[in-house]
């Protein structure tokens, strides 16, 4: 994985309703490494983590510096990467990439880690001026040329201009 696929799973997790096991698999699901081991001690511990990912978003999101500073750096002391490399993965040459909490860890800690610095990393290379939330509620990151993405994905626009054309066409 790399810092933008950190960010992804920061994203995925602040995102998520966590209500449920499967809701919290279904967030991770591009990472099954983590998504097939998660128990319910997982969804717990990571509960918190999502919230405390969403408040640093928000303020992203309100381009706040102060409190993305403390917000982030809290996120990064409580679930501090502990950066380990690993060269597991089929036959032949291994596959080498970093983890980002022992591999021996529960998922809640590497992913915790993961979303942490992966936020962390993103704010370096973005700034303030790439973040926003979703009239939906979920967060993004407009990573356009032109700095216009106004919704957390295509699905969410295509909702708000069909709506919009119904309200211009009604009589």
């Given at each position: 994985?790399?810092?933008?696929?950190?960010?992804?799973?920061?994203?995925?997790?602040?995102?998520?309703?966590?209500?449920?096991?499967?809701?919290?698999?279904?967030?991770?699901?591009?990472?099954?490494w983590?998504?097939?081991?998660?128990?319910?001690?997982?969804?717990?511990?990571?509960?918190?983590?999502?919230?405390?990912?969403?408040?640093?978003?928000?303020?992203?999101?309100?381009?706040?510096p102060?409190?993305?500073?403390?917000?982030?750096?809290?996120?990064?002391?409580?679930h501090?990467?502990?950066?380990?490399?690993?060269?597991?993965?089929?036959?032949?040459?291994?596959?080498?990439?970093?983890?980002?909490?022992?591999?021996?860890?529960?998922?809640?800690?590497?992913v915790?880690?993961?979303?942490?610095?992966?936020?962390?990393q993103?704010?370096?290379?973005?700034g303030?001026d790439?973040?926003?939330?979703?009239?939906?509620?979920?967060?993004?990151?407009?990573?356009?040329?032109?700095?216009?993405?106004?919704?957390?994905?295509?699905?969410?626009?295509n909702?708000?201009?069909?709506?919009?054309?119904?309200?211009?066409?009604?009589?």
């Amino acid at each position: 994985m790399d810092n933008a696929d950190y960010l992804d799973v920061a994203l995925r997790l602040a995102n998520a309703d966590l209500a449920d096991l499967p809701a919290l698999r279904a967030a991770l699901h591009d990472e099954p490494w983590w998504a097939d081991r998660a128990t319910d001690a997982d969804l717990t511990a990571l509960r918190p983590v999502a919230a405390a990912l969403r408040a640093a978003f928000d303020a992203a999101a309100e381009r706040d510096p102060d409190a993305v500073l403390a917000r982030v750096n809290a996120l990064l002391a409580d679930h501090p990467p502990r950066p380990r490399l690993s060269g597991h993965g089929g036959g032949g040459a291994p596959n080498w990439h970093v983890h980002v909490a022992s591999p021996d860890a529960p998922p809640a800690t590497e992913v915790a880690a993961a979303a942490s610095w992966g936020l962390a990393q993103a704010i370096v290379r973005h700034g303030l001026d790439r973040w926003g939330r979703c009239p939906c509620g979920n967060h993004f990151l407009d990573a356009s040329t032109n700095r216009a993405k106004r919704f957390c994905s295509t699905r969410c626009a295509n909702r708000a201009n069909v709506a919009a054309f119904r309200a211009r066409n009604r009589g």
